[in-house]
């Protein structure tokens, strides 16, 4: 069988070819000698991988998994003693004015009417239990609940909850949304209308699913129509958008295996789709980019293969492993909801680098010069150009006509890198008023039914949907002195001000947990909630049932959640933060042998980080963008974005510092003064880099037009940092550093006897050539 010639490393000045021996040029060599297998391979187990995970499921966080510290206790000790935490729903009956009493409006014969309607219609879908009504219902057996009367006198609500667990509750609600639509089109005179916990679970899975098709529909041609404009072909441009959407099938598939060990989400699946499709895409183009810039310096396609394999194939290597390893920081967590992430995202950005190492340059094998078919016009092929033209187009030359406005920066880059640090220093300083809740109901639009609903029955029974459940524990919750301690909780925090009826009370079977749901004041994640939160569990619990011995009391509920995952978060935070830094500086001194330029590019990350908080802050805690982006502020930002934010740009930004900071030392080692080898280098590496920043800002910004408020978050985040990063950074700020590290950044190479520089081979994961035909540093 004929094979064909091995992927190879060229060293600098010498035409002598030796074999490369990195991870990324052995699977090239692999791939090239079994074509068929590898491009056949790939896509059979795309599709094999997709089958068995959707044979096998995946499987999804529950509620009980969300619980972290005092909020998780309370929920296992609920857990423990039978209780199933169902699904509860409400009905809002509404009339447009209202009665002189609760006597009066309850006297209404239409209003009455609607209560009994609606009791009667839930209650035969056979779905619902423990209804409860301010009114006597003989086929519900239950007695009126004067509690289920608004204090304006205009409102009452019928309650109940959905049989079995909460949650698969979603599952079983739409039979009862439809009992309760017919109710209100039998009542035209009043307001008839559902809100819970499990129609608002239903209304947030449809949310989303519109998002995913809106996503695609967006992200995909939008991504494609700038890689036609990258490289000037439909073949070349289709390539990185096949390969990154088979990843991210292949991906889904693996994480319904990985979710045995780390259940996920739907937050888990928008960030896959997100860094997935991000990645995909830039790995391929830098691997594709470097491939068609050697054949147009006039190398053949072997060639042209073997150092786009050597170079690119090694910084994405280097790249996919940096942010997985990243990823894997948010374990350091222990939050259930980051674990899902973490490790769906690792498994995207793994098999996006193994596509890309493998299927990416098998094809290219197989295709050659034919990437460049369906030209668009106007475009020629890169084999069209003759050397000398490839060269002049990377010419890295430093005269006056090559200065540019860069060149005149860098002829001060003390000032330079003041002012430019000085104003992304001031674009941060709003990050220190940030402030993180859990997203509840008000991450979906205020457009939905569902939201208005919610807001409306809010206003007429304040805390009703942001109720915090106390969870009593001793020996006998029903002797004389704990149930007079439950009956002062309940007086004490109705006292407060801050926590109303009505407030309900359960009793397990075995008569030693009593659970105590009390409305309180607020959302549920703002701050009047957690001022609230706080006088339960700091003054009203100790003063009463905390004070029995032998009792405790633990509480749990949304608001508690919030607090407590907060609370864990922030105190997990500095460890992520420490092993992103330190695997960064690591990373950074492996590939440049450089402290103070892994140091630089390390503070340089954090800086472009805390700009995006900066930004995140004044666009989603006030109201000024909030037409512009189509949501309403919520006053917070999502509490899992900050700490996702910071994971992800540290990895992504490896791209950037690894072909940059490459391009730097190379021209640097070609015996080129500092500031020259910085404009050189930020030259020739700023097509590639600047294609892959428009790819990832075009994919990022998709997501700040979906519905929900936090993906609006994490796609501005992303795409700020990332265009920041690429831009300002890359372009003005680093140079300047750099040139201000000046020759402490890297010693030069050795000197021969006859006083020519001769650079030492790279061993940068994207090492440029520097040809003696052409005397050139060659760019991307």
Do not use: C
């Not at 991000?278 to 980019?289: E, K, N, P, Q, T």
């Not at 009793?507 to 703002?526: F, N, Q």
């Amino acid at each position: 069988m004929r094979t064909r010639p091995p992927i190879t490393s060229t060293s600098h000045h010498s035409t002598r070819s030796t074999p490369a021996t990195h991870l990324a040029a052995r699977a090239a060599r692999w791939s090239v000698r079994h074509r068929r297998l590898a491009i056949g391979g790939w896509f059979l187990g795309v599709v094999l991988l997709t089958v068995l995970g959707s044979l096998v499921g995946t499987h999804t966080l529950t509620d009980s998994d969300y619980g972290v510290g005092e909020d998780a206790r309370a929920r296992r000790t609920l857990a423990d003693h039978g209780f199933t935490t169902p699904a509860s729903e409400n009905v809002l009956i509404q009339r447009p004015d209202a009665a002189s009493s609760p006597q009066t409006l309850l006297a209404d014969q239409q209003l009455r009417g609607a209560i009994g309607d609606v009791a009667e219609r839930v209650l035969a879908t056979g779905a619902v239990t423990n209804l409860r009504a301010p009114v006597t219902l003989p086929q519900a057996d239950t007695e009126a609940d004067l509690g289920l009367v608004s204090p304006d006198r205009r409102s009452v609500l019928v309650t109940f909850e959905i049989l079995a667990d909460a949650d698969t509750a979603t599952d079983r609600i739409e039979p009862v949304l439809a009992a309760v639509d017919a109710a209100a089109r039998e009542h035209p005179g009043l307001r008839v209308e559902e809100v819970g916990e499990a129609s608002a679970e239903k209304a947030l899975g449809d949310t989303v699913g519109k998002d995913f098709k809106r996503a695609e529909l967006l992200a995909i041609p939008l991504t494609l129509g700038i890689l036609l404009a990258v490289f000037g072909a439909v073949v070349a441009a289709l390539i990185p958008v096949v390969l990154a959407l088979t990843a991210f099938a292949a991906a889904l598939g693996v994480v319904a295996f990985s979710s045995r060990l780390l259940p996920t989400d739907e937050t888990a699946t928008s960030v896959m789709l997100l860094i997935g499709l991000a990645v995909g895409v830039d790995y391929a183009l830098f691997y594709i980019r470097r491939e068609r810039a050697e054949r147009a310096a006039g190398h053949s396609p072997r060639q042209a293969l073997e150092i786009a394999a050597d170079t690119s194939g090694h910084a994405v290597l280097v790249s996919g492993l940096t942010v997985a390893v990243s990823m894997a920081g948010l374990l350091i967590t222990g939050l259930d909801v980051f674990s899902g992430v973490a490790g769906g995202t690792v498994i995207v950005v793994l098999i996006a680098v193994l596509g890309s190492l493998t299927v990416l340059p098998a094809v290219l094998s197989w295709l050659g010069d034919r990437v460049e078919l369906l030209r668009l016009p106007g475009r020629r092929r890169v084999t069209d150009r003759t050397p000398a033209h490839s060269a002049a187009n990377n010419n890295t030359g430093t005269g006056p006509a090559r200065l540019g406005i860069m060149g005149r920066l860098l002829r001060h880059p003390g000032p330079v890198a003041v002012v430019t640090g000085g104003l992304l220093v001031l674009l941060a300083l709003p990050a220190f008023g940030l402030r993180t809740s859990e997203p509840g109901i008000d991450d979906l639009p205020d457009d939905l039914p569902i939201i208005q609903s919610y807001d409306r029955v809010e206003a007429a029974f304040p805390g009703e949907q942001s109720a915090a459940v106390v969870v009593v524990s001793a020996d006998d919750v029903r002797s004389a002195e704990v149930a007079a301690a439950i009956t002062g909780l309940r007086r004490e925090a109705v006292a407060t001000g801050v926590m109303y009826e009505p407030i309900t009370t359960e009793i397990s079977g075995d008569g030693r947990v009593a659970k105590i749901a009390i409305p309180i004041a607020g959302s549920g994640t703002d701050d009047v909630s957690q001022r609230a939160l706080a006088r339960l569990r700091d003054t009203v619990i100790p003063a009463t049932v905390g004070a029995v011995h032998g009792t405790s009391a633990d509480v749990t509920g949304r608001t508690a959640g919030s607090v407590d995952f907060n609370r864990q978060l922030n105190g997990r935070t500095p460890l992520v933060i420490g092993f992103v830094l330190v695997l960064a500086f690591l990373l950074l001194l492996a590939a440049f042998r450089s402290a103070l330029v892994a140091a630089a590019a390390v503070a340089l990350n954090l800086l472009s980080v805390a700009s995006a908080y900066g930004l995140l802050v004044v666009v989603f805690q006030h109201h000024w963008a909030d037409d512009l982006l189509g949501y309403t502020s919520t006053g917070t930002i999502t509490n899992w974005l900050p700490l996702m934010l910071f994971v992800i740009l540290f990895g992504l930004s490896m791209d950037y510092q690894v072909f940059v900071l490459s391009r730097v030392r190379e021209a640097y080692s070609a015996g080129l003064p500092m500031r020259e080898a910085v404009l050189a280098g930020v030259r020739s590496s700023a097509g590639v880099v600047t294609s892959a920043a428009v790819i990832m800002v075009a994919v990022f910004s998709v997501f700040a037009t979906l519905s929900q408020v936090s993906m609006k978050q994490l796609g501005v985040g992303l795409g700020a940092a990332i265009l920041l990063d690429a831009t300002v950074i890359r372009v003005i700020l680093m140079p300047a550093v750099l040139t201000l590290i000046g020759e402490r950044a890297w010693r030069r190479p050795a000197v021969t006897a006859a006083g020519v520089s001769v650079p030492r081979p790279s061993t940068s994961p994207d090492a440029t050539l520097v040809s003696p035909a052409r005397g050139a540093v060659t760019g991307e």
